[in-house]
């Protein structure tokens, strides 16, 4: 069983930073694509960000374009999304996700029905 672990979650004021990691526990991340998908209270659960085991094109939802950022750091075995600029609306409970990819491939999507493995989730709550 994959086990991914977010961490770096808290409260931030609007305007702030905070930076999420999710790890791979047991497992290397290289061959998987990672997504990064938020929940707000009494809302679906959304796509943020992702990125494909090449690393290339991640994708971002427009509410999130030109604030955050989606990075792999292999030796660390992380899949960091490095949010800036945050607003109250980024309030909610962030998850971390997986599917597998084979070595190489391009681009992704946020789709939930794609991925099968899924972190705990991460309170991140910016206030005004």
């Known amino acids: 069983q994959l086990q991914l672990v977010e961490s770096g979650g808290g409260l931030v004021q609007s305007g702030g930073s905070l930076r999420l990691s999710c790890e791979g526990s047991?497992?290397?991340?290289?061959?998987?694509?990672i997504g990064w998908f938020r929940q707000a209270p009494g809302k679906e659960r959304e796509g943020v960000s992702c990125?494909?085991?090449?690393?290339?094109?991640?994708y971002y939802d427009d509410s999130v374009k030109g604030r955050f950022t989606i990075s792999r750091d292999n030796a660390k075995n992380t899949v960091d999304l490095q949010m800036n600029s945050l607003k109250p609306e980024d309030t909610g409970l962030y998850f971390c996700?997986?599917?597998?990819?084979?070595?190489?491939?391009?681009?992704?999507?946020?789709?939930?029905?794609?991925?099968?493995?899924w972190g705990q989730g991460i309170q991140v709550i910016v206030s005004s």
């Open positions: 047991g497992f290397t991340l290289d061959y998987y694509t």
């Open positions: 996700a997986a599917h597998y990819t084979p070595p190489g491939t391009n681009g992704c999507g946020t789709a939930r029905g794609l991925y099968g493995s």
């Open positions: 990125i494909s085991s090449s690393g290339d094109t991640p």
